[in-house]
């Protein structure tokens, strides 16, 4: 079905790809632009990530592109580098038996591109675009799109017995698009919503992570509830402590899980990395501050990205905080420093003026100091701190 001159051209980021099609038809095989590249084409919602399948071996592959990388070869698939760009090339396979419910045991590959789109998670994504802009849509996938459904590619029970991580993909889709998840394979989902815990906690972090990025994190975080899967998985997952909130930054989406669950050990649970953890802790910090009142001292322990971040935790949470985003950032700017880290003594400076071993008080008298650097007692200069340390001293 030629549907292009309906349609715009081809993106010319895009033309790399189109230039590696060439090479691989006039080699005598097909190949074609698939997945999510296509799914966002149709769309018109910019991707950038092409991913080319065809019907020529991985050998075949190497045999027509001088610059070539194995990156899953086994599996089918070679990194082709064209113009410098590296571009992603499949040949058709179909798959076996799926034992860990994750990858298959084996994968055949074949010549038929039918044979490689129905393995596929859903019909959104099955689709295949031919380099003259021709639809290859053999499971409705656009007529899908059109309704905004997320639908399995045939039998949706099989689709998540061999990966039952799409489960949570169409979750994901459906947070990302604002789409529908299908009534068959919505209960699917919800009839093998248990076996989400033979995933790699690694790999449902990646996805999690994606639903609080999205447009629409209320409505994954509802389906994770309705699907059953939140059954399954580590915390809270409450549809109305969502309403509000939006940001496309995964670390935020973190902290706010955190926050709403109250619970920072989720973020081991999920394998975070350390500097989430160290991301998570100041923002919840900072938030614990402002809802109960903020001193001016305590704008120098946060930085401008980790205050507006638990700002906003207070506006989503609903908190009732008498003051705006616009006076909190002039009350730091207006301090005689703007991090507690350019106080002019550490402790060690503490421990030399005052012959006293390492202990409490050096956070303490560090904290004074600080304060009194921000009401104006003390200009932030060593040897005027180290005077008022020992007025201070001597006084008590």
């Known amino acids: 079905m030629k549907e292009w001159s309906q349609r715009k051209m081809i993106p010319k980021q895009w033309q790399n790809a189109i230039d590696v099609i060439n090479h691989i038809e006039q080699a005598g095989f097909e190949a074609f632009i698939v997945g999510g590249a296509v799914r966002d084409y149709y769309l018109k919602k910019e991707n950038n990530d092409v991913d080319i399948t065809t019907s020529a071996l991985p050998e075949e592959i190497q045999a027509i592109f001088p610059h070539t990388i194995d990156v899953g070869i086994a599996h089918g698939t070679v990194l082709v580098l064209h113009q410098e760009e590296p571009i992603e090339v499949t040949t058709y396979r179909t798959e076996s038996t799926y034992t860990d419910h994750r990858r298959p045991d084996a994968v055949h590959f074949v010549r038929d591109l039918a044979e490689d789109l129905k393995r596929r998670d859903f019909t959104m994504n099955a689709m295949a675009l031919s380099r003259t802009g021709e639809f290859i849509d053999l499971y409705d996938g656009r007529k899908h799109i059109d309704e905004r459904l997320i639908c399995a590619v045939g039998n949706a029970e099989e689709r998540f017995t061999e990966d039952a991580l799409r489960m949570l993909r169409a ?62 998985l580590a915390g809270d997952f409450d549809e109305a402590a969502w309403q509000l909130f939006q940001s496309d930054n995964r670390q935020v989406g973190w902290a706010y899980f955190c ?28 938030y614990e501050c402002l809802v109960k009142g903020i ?21 989503w949470q609903k908190q009732p905080i008498n003051i705006t985003w616009e006076q909190l950032q002039q009350q730091k700017l207006a301090l005689p420093i703007q991090s507690a880290k350019q106080l002019a003594i550490t402790g060690q400076d503490l421990m030399a003026w005052s012959h006293k071993k390492r202990g409490p008080w050096i956070k ?33």
């Open 295 to 315: 001193e001016k001292r305590q704008l120098l322990y946060f930085e401008g990205e980790i205050l507006r971040t638990a700002y906003q935790f207070t506006l």
């Open 364 to 396: 303490d008298m560090l904290d004074a100091a600080l304060q009194a650097v921000v009401n104006g007692d003390v200009v932030n200069d060593k040897q005027q701190i180290k005077e008022w340390f020992h007025a201070t001293n001597d006084e008590g």
């Open 259 to 286: 926050l709403v669950n109250q619970d920072v050990t989720l973020l081991t649970h999920y394998r975070c990395s350390n500097k989430d953890k160290q991301f998570v802790k100041q923002v919840l910090a900072a």
């Open 171 to 232: 979750v994901r889709f459906a947070a990302q698009l604002n789409f529908k998840i299908e009534e068959q394979t919505f209960a699917a989902i919800q009839k093998q919503a248990a076996s989400i815990t033979l995933i790699a906690m690694e790999r449902i972090q990646v996805e999690l992570s994606k639903i609080f990025m999205s447009p629409f994190p209320a409505q994954g975080i509802q389906y994770m509830q309705e699907s059953q899967l939140a059954k399954y």
